[in-house]
């Protein structure tokens, strides 16, 4: 198995849930896609079949997360065999299984008509923490239509068709249904807008309406 992108991880862990030695890692923490492990003794996180390799290019080229994906997809690599590609000012993070490390270092030296080169990860500068930000919400209710009016300043009538377009996604599903009750944990991903966690419910003001926190993920 390859690296899992978050609905096939959210998925597993509905439908899994049940092992107690079922892991995820996708080579730091908070890492978007993974590697699942299954283990009834714990598992080091060495053991994981993933490596880092980081490149330095120059930073007026400004490549993108695409210009690697696409370099590395060039090269007849299997997206499941791609993790997280990271970049910074200058330097790219990029996780691919162990197996096909030694094809990518020695392949990998060009990234479109820029060139790129390998160097040792104590020299990439790239910081692995999600830019995230914690509101509260006062709402009239839970329901999807209402909650993506909130989060996107959109009317109502705006709002219907975002949802309806198939833009609007529940724990990674696409879910058009505008009056769907949602509830604490679940995840709503906005085409355009990123990925917003509902953290919990903090109670009711005085005239009955909801109060919640949500973690936006940018």
Known sequence: MGFLNERERFLLEKHLGWFSGLEFFGGYENASRVIMGACEREIDRDEFPLEKLCFKFRKTDRLSHRD???SLMGLGIERDCVGDILIGEGFAAVFVKSEIAPYVKSQLTKVGRVGVK??????????????TEEKCVILSSMRLDVIVAALTGLSRG???ELILSGKVFVNYLENKNVSHTLGENDILTIRGKGKFIIKEQSGTTKKGRVKINIVHYR
């Open 68 to 70: 690697f994906l696409s």
């Open 158 to 160: 705006k709002t219907s």
């Open 118 to 131: 390998l160097i040792p990860e104590s020299e990439c500068d790239i910081s692995y923490k999600p830019e």
